[in-house]
């Protein structure tokens, strides 16, 4: 029944954006935390937590998900920092999905994958992973062997790995990929490209030329695994110049911050011509009812 709800509640939202043309977001990226168990090189995240407002307090995030469902989105991720961390009191963030799935079509979480997350009722779960273990280990804190422990031992009917491509772990994409078939838990992998926020992360930029080849490869790669980005997604980060629709984004952030558009705005610097959002492109591509972004959203949230 709740496949059949959400499937009915993306028709409703496109036919308020093409026909009725009303300008809500689509896809809500919800920060409950700075807080992390990790100090990745590529992540500016957690080095905030050490300001004054780290996380959200369980009236706060509550009260946030009640004003996010009335803008008309119909999807809330929950990040962090690691948003499994959180907690007030007896809350949990199992308890904060749960809230959210009595207001939107689709409650997923993106995590480091270092915490259990099997019991987790999020719709969909994101574990980023940066390589094999050597490249991995050096880029998320030594944290692989934990990461595909938990990988191998889930039993969440809905887990992707989220791979973002930098100018060090190039090369083990395609390895990676093979190892994963190892993994029947793992449904897909999605894959973006580093963004430099200008906030003191490594310097992970990939170069034109390497991002152009990556692009070609990962589109090459499709072929063989899945990989749920589309051909147009990836173009669109390539050069080829198709419309960015920012506003089927809204962004909530620890302080209670609320913006809507560029999933780097007021988190960072913006630099279009570095975007690496394969989300924002595919969300956009979908706006357009471009058929391979239709199709990649229906592969990752159903």
């Known amino acids: 029944m709740r496949n059949i709800r959400r499937f009915f509640d993306i028709l409703w939202y496109f036919g308020k954006r093409k026909i009725l043309k009303m300008k809500i977001p689509l896809l809500a990226s919800f920060k409950i935390t700075y807080r992390c168990n990790l100090s990745c090189l ?10 004054k407002k780290v996380s959200l307090t369980w009236e706060e995030a509550t009260s946030l998900l009640t004003k996010l469902k009335k803008t008309g989105a119909g999807i809330v991720i929950f990040e962090g920092g690691e948003p499994l961390l959180w907690q007030e009191g007896d809350h949990t963030l199992k308890d904060l999905i749960l809230y959210g799935k009595k207001l939107f079509s689709t409650v997923g979480l993106t995590t480091n994958g270092t915490l259990p997350f099997d019991q987790i009722p999020a719709d969909v779960i994101w574990v980023s992973m940066d390589g094999l273990k050597e490249t991995h280990d050096r880029l998320r804190s030594g944290s ?47 894959v973006q490209l580093f963004y430099p926020y200008g906030r003191g992360e490594a310097p992970l930029l990939l170069q034109p030329s390497e ?88 592969r990752t949230f159903f």
């Open 42 to 51: 590529g992540c500016p995240f957690h080095r905030l937590a050490m300001g």
């Open 211 to 298: 991002r152009k080849k990556i692009l070609t490869t990962v589109m090459e790669l499709k072929k063989r695994y899945p990989i749920f980005n589309s051909h147009r997604g990836l173009l669109g980060l390539g050069g080829y110049l198709f419309p960015c629709h920012d506003d089927v984004l809204i962004n909530v952030d620890p302080d209670g911050t609320v913006s809507t558009g560029c999933y780097a705005r007021n988190r960072g610097d913006v630099h279009c011509e570095h975007c690496g959002f394969t989300p924002i492109a595919e969300a956009s591509g979908a706006l357009d009812l471009e058929i391979g972004s239709l199709l990649a959203g229906l």
């Open 144 to 190: 692989f062997d934990r990461v595909w422990e938990n990988l191998k031992n889930t039993c969440h009917p809905k887990v992707l790995v989220h791979f973002t491509v930098n100018r060090e772990n190039l090369s083990d994409l395609e390895p990676l990929l093979e190892k994963l078939k190892a993994l029947p838990t793992v449904k897909g992998v999605t």
